[in-house]
């Protein structure tokens, strides 16, 4: 990960991350994806509000997507209670591929999620193009997940989860 365009309070304006495998021994294998982040907007707690990420499968190579990704209502331990995620096969954003909302609860001081409940959508509502808000097309609801999770790791990494998944009729 490198942090750039830093801002008086912290904030890094600009982010990369370079993805790789591994192999069992932990020597790196190859790059997976490249990502190129814009954060545009921070709370007052230097948690990311308002973001935009390319995804390439290597630096300077082929876009992969484009996610505009919107938080609201933040947990103390950072995670977001509400997220807005629409995915784009075009750097334009003309081309949706889907959108997500994922809302977060029983969060634990270290910020395990216990619950998240994902819900897809196929359409957005009025999106301008240019990092504003996104409102799904509640008309084309997809699918949605429930995802519990009551087992993690010292990492972190979810161990025991019960996901029930729903679709819905077009």
Do not use: C, W
Request: charged share 20%; hydrophobic share 30%; aromatic share 8%.
């Amino acid at each position: 990960i490198h942090n750039s365009d830093i801002d008086n309070r912290g904030d890094a304006r600009t982010q990369t991350i370079s993805s790789y495998i591994t192999d069992d021994n932990g020597v790196t294998y190859d790059l997976v994806t490249y990502q190129a982040l814009t954060n545009r907007e921070f709370n007052s707690d230097h948690n990311v509000t308002n973001q935009a990420t390319l995804t390439y499968d290597q630096q300077g190579g082929t876009l992969l997507d484009v996610t505009e990704t919107r938080s609201t209502g933040f947990h103390s331990s950072g995670v977001a209670l509400h997220q807005v995620v629409a995915t784009f096969a075009d750097e334009a954003k003309s081309s949706l591929i889907d959108v997500k909302t994922i809302d977060n609860s029983d969060i634990s001081l270290l910020g395990y999620v216990g619950s998240s409940t994902v819900t897809r959508y196929s359409g957005l509502t009025g999106y301008d193009g240019s990092g504003g808000e996104l409102i799904p097309d509640e008309a084309t609801k997809v699918d949605q997940q429930v995802i519990k999770t009551t087992a993690f790791d010292v990492r972190g990494n979810a161990m025991k989860q019960e996901i029930v998944k729903s679709y819905y009729d077009p």
